[in-house]
């Protein structure tokens, strides 16, 4: 119930955003978006004794990569001056891998290693101040969404354990520089959800009472390339 209500939301989200744009618009912009992660808070942290396929509310999480595609409307005043406003939609894909000191332990019991998958989609506002010399110009965003979240697959050949995908709300906010209405490069905040790590299948026994919830949340870098 509680996914469908996200989902519902997530919904009635996307046709405001379609309702909007389809107000007069200056001018438009579609990008691709390639990104670095830095995970924060529980999601980073180990627990005091790592140990493979344990369920646990600390992630262990490391370095990430993303890769996102976003669309930015923004409005023109009654004299077709651009004011800066806009609102914008985007989706990424993010994946975080187990830190170095979690992957050797693996290696060493020969276990299939997981990684994070993320999938957070989000609507907001943006504002883009005029460029400076037709060359730079600053730019900054909020948005709010619904974020996908999956562990993949970890274990070993004949008994493994697979996680089922989870949906939360989220929030995001962003900051940077873009060059020439081309190229920008900025930093973001994700708040991804407190998302429980829901066991699909499994081969190895755990405690099936036992679903803990992880608070997810990165910083992405990333370098836009605009069309």
């Not at 344990?54 to 004299?79: E, P, W």
Request: net charge neutral; aromatic share 14%; proline share 4%.
């Amino acid at each position: 119930m509680k996914r469908q209500n996200i989902f519902k939301n997530l919904l009635l989200i996307i046709l405001m955003f379609g309702t909007l744009t389809s107000l007069r618009a200056q001018k438009s912009s579609f990008s691709i978006q390639l990104g670095g992660l830095l995970p924060l808070g529980e999601f980073a942290e180990a627990p005091a004794y790592i140990i493979p396929t344990q369920l646990g509310t600390h992630g262990t999480a490391s370095f990430g990569a993303s890769l996102g595609f976003k669309y930015n409307y923004i409005f023109s005043n009654y004299r077709g001056n651009p004011l800066g406003i806009g609102i914008f939609g985007a989706a990424d894909l993010q994946w975080n891998y187990i830190n170095k000191d979690a992957r050797a332990i693996y290696d060493e019991a020969s276990c299939t290693k997981p990684m994070y998958v993320n999938v957070p989609i989000v609507v907001g506002v943006s504002y883009t101040s005029p460029t400076f010399g037709e060359v730079v110009g600053i730019w900054g965003e909020v948005g709010i969404g619904a974020d996908l979240f999956m562990k993949t697959t970890e274990g070993w050949k004949d008994a493994t354990i697979k996680y089922d995908m989870g949906a939360q709300f989220c929030t995001e906010v962003g900051i940077g520089v873009k060059f020439i209405d081309l190229i920008s490069i900025g930093v973001h905040y994700y708040w991804l959800g407190n998302h429980a790590l829901k066991v699909k299948n499994s081969d190895i026994e755990y405690d099936e009472n036992n679903t803990p919830k992880m608070k997810i949340h990165n910083i992405a870098f990333k370098l836009g390339f605009h069309f």
